[in-house]
């Protein structure tokens, strides 16, 4: 079965913290992965984006995702959290001729303390 | 650049009832994905229409339907509504079918079923 699993529903970091939020998943063809973040009342922005080629990808605001195939996770980092990093965090996949169809996980909630 | 637009914001319908949800694509966007969003859980796939087909249908009942017009907006009909459709629905637009096009996702129509 298709599926993301995103073992954290909520984390507290410090501002200036390092952070990382998980994400495992399953997926019986090459899978294209995503992390989207989602703020109040909002709808998802793309933070970045790995289809192939080098397993560590750059996105937006500071975020970088590792791809492992042999753990199949593919785990969000920012080295330093700001306070405007707080918002919901989430982890996708879809494959080639899929109709556009992504699979997302429950989510992260992250919260940043001053 | 405009980007993707809904309509409404937000709306309160009675089981049984009718709805229907409209989606403008960001422009020189082609391609409409729907999601429905159950509170405190990830986006889950509806539909995709691509140049005024459906390209491909998630796990959803046929009283989910579509439209794509040829300007590329979408709306998102559902008939004989049920509790359980209260949600946030997404609507995501991209320059193609296929999941190398990032989708860009709109602000939501928060529905309410009483």
């Known amino acids: 079965a298709q599926s993301v699993t995103q073992p954290d529903i909520h984390i507290t970091v410090s501002e200036g913290a390092s952070l990382e939020l998980r994400c495992n998943y399953s997926?019986?063809?090459?899978?294209?992965l995503f992390w989207y973040v989602q703020s109040p009342g909002q709808g998802l922005q793309l933070l970045l984006k790995?289809?192939?080629?080098?397993?560590l990808v750059q996105g937006i605001k500071g975020f970088e995702a590792e791809f492992k195939r042999s753990q199949s996770s593919f785990n969000l980092r920012k080295p330093s959290v700001h306070w405007s990093d707080a918002a919901e965090y989430f982890c996708a996949v879809g494959g080639l001729n899929q109709g556009g169809k992504l699979i997302f996980g429950q989510g992260t909630e992250l919260s940043v303390k001053p | 650049e405009t980007g993707v637009t809904q309509s409404p914001t937000h709306l309160i319908k009675t089981r049984g009832q009718q709805v229907t949800l409209r989606c403008s694509s960001q422009s020189g966007h082609n391609t409409v994905s729907w999601y429905q969003q159950a509170l405190g859980q990830g986006p889950q796939f509806i539909f995709q229409y691509y140049r005024e087909e459906e390209n491909g249908r998630g796990n959803f009942p046929p009283r989910f339907s579509g439209l794509q017009f040829p300007n590329y907006s979408s709306e998102l009909n559902v008939n004989a509504l049920e509790l359980d459709d209260s949600a946030l629905y997404l609507c995501?637009?991209?320059?193609?079918?296929?999941?190398?096009?990032?989708?860009?996702f709109g602000d939501g129509t928060r529905l309410s079923i009483l």
């Open positions: 995501a637009s991209s320059s193609g079918q296929g999941l190398n096009q990032p989708q860009h």
């Open positions: 997926y019986g063809a090459t899978p294209y």
């Open positions: 790995y289809f192939s080629g080098d397993t």
